[in-house]
């Protein structure tokens, strides 16, 4: 994590994280959400939050390890921001691996 959005930024007055925008959703429904066992339901909300959220904010809610566990599912409904989750997830196996 580079420089994520501090607290009083990244929640507004009633609990709701900057990137859940479009749905009345409060921070700790959006953690209840990403640890349910429904695996479709759990990829539906880690999707999101990869869309939508600032990747430092991401790391906030979910590690590297889930979101590789979870990338088969994930893949298919980033939409645009598919292209930039590839891109940092292949720069990091590199590191990683070199």
């Known amino acids: 994590m580079i420089l994520p959005t501090p607290d009083h930024l990244r ?8 990137f859940l925008w479009d749905c009345d959703v409060t921070e700790e429904q959006f953690k209840a959400a990403l ?22 904010d991401v790391f906030l809610y979910v590690s590297l390890a889930e979101i590789r566990q979870m990338w088969d599912r994930v893949r298919p409904i980033l939409g645009k921001e598919r292209d930039l989750w590839t891109f940092l997830l292949n720069r990091w196996e590199a590191a990683r691996v070199g």
């Open 11 to 18: 929640l507004d007055t009633k609990g709701r994280p900057y």
């Open 35 to 56: 640890a349910t066992d429904d695996p479709d339901l759990r990829a539906y909300w880690l999707a999101k939050l990869m869309r939508q959220a600032k990747p430092d």
